[in-house]
């Protein structure tokens, strides 16, 4: 499975992102995380199964929706106190839940 946050410029999901490969290691879940701007979303979505957007680019979402929709991969909007409070275990389990419904 694979997996991109998204922000504005891909610096800030990093440290959620980080969060979210540890918790992965200890559950044994094999998955790759990575953290990606905005503008790497074209290219990062064909390369991904699942993409999940940060709060302050929710603006983007319905258009990045579409998109994976017409790929047929995931995308949602990251909940913004587990992003802000980087619960690594919350976001990895809506991952789970997402890569389960594809």
Do not use: W
Not at 9 to 20: I, V
Not at 33 to 62: G, M, R, W
Not at 87 to 97: E, F, K, S
């Amino acid at each position: 499975m694979k997996v991109f946050l998204c922000c504005a410029g891909g610096m800030s999901t990093s440290m959620l992102a980080n969060k979210m490969k540890s918790e992965a290691e200890k559950r044994n879940i094999d998955c790759e995380i990575e953290a990606l701007s905005i503008a790497e979303f074209e290219q990062a979505i064909k390369d991904h199964d699942i993409c999940l957007l940060a709060p302050q680019v929710k603006y983007k979402y319905d258009e990045f929706k579409l998109r994976a929709n017409e790929l047929n991969k995931g995308c949602e909007l990251i909940d913004m106190i587990n992003y802000g409070t980087l619960r690594g275990d919350n976001v990895l389990n809506q991952v789970l839940r997402i890569y389960n419904d594809l």
